[in-house]
């Protein structure tokens, strides 16, 4: 069983930088593909961007890929995300998922979720 806390979330101003943050705690971290998701309002939710369990491979959502970097350091068992010049679009709640070995972009591949932290950008 994994426990997942994000942390981060915040109101930025457009073009504006943040880093999101994932606490891993309950299991054995490097053991997880991690996750980043988000869901804005009235909207389904969506994948952002994963890394591998070593952090040697990563994926993005395409029309986020050279804004957002995923990373992952599993001495301290967390993973983030790293959001340049966001724009209103990307306000949303992000959720951090530890999933199985392989999972990528499908949502369903993941076990364990995290509650979410709200980042709201101000244009």
């Known amino acids: 069983q994994v426990q997942l806390v994000e942390s981060g979330g915040r109101l930025v101003q457009a073009g504006g930088s943040l880093q999101l943050s994932c606490l891993a705690s309950g299991g054995a971290f490097s053991d997880y593909p991690m996750g980043w998701f988000r869901q804005a309002p009235g909207k389904e939710r969506e994948f952002v961007a994963a890394?591998?369990?070593?952090?040697?491979?990563?994926y993005y959502a395409d029309s986020l890929r050279g804004r957002f970097t995923i990373s992952r350091d599993n001495a301290k068992t967390t993973v983030y995300l790293q959001m340049n010049n966001v724009n209103s679009e990307d306000t949303a709640i992000y959720y951090c998922?530890?999933?199985?070995?392989?999972?990528?972009?499908?949502?369903?591949?993941?076990?364990?979720w995290g509650q979410g932290t709200q980042v709201t950008v101000s244009s």
């Open positions: 890394i591998s369990r070593g952090g040697g491979f990563k």
């Open positions: 998922a530890a999933g199985k070995v392989g999972a990528t972009i499908n949502l369903r591949s993941y076990e364990y």
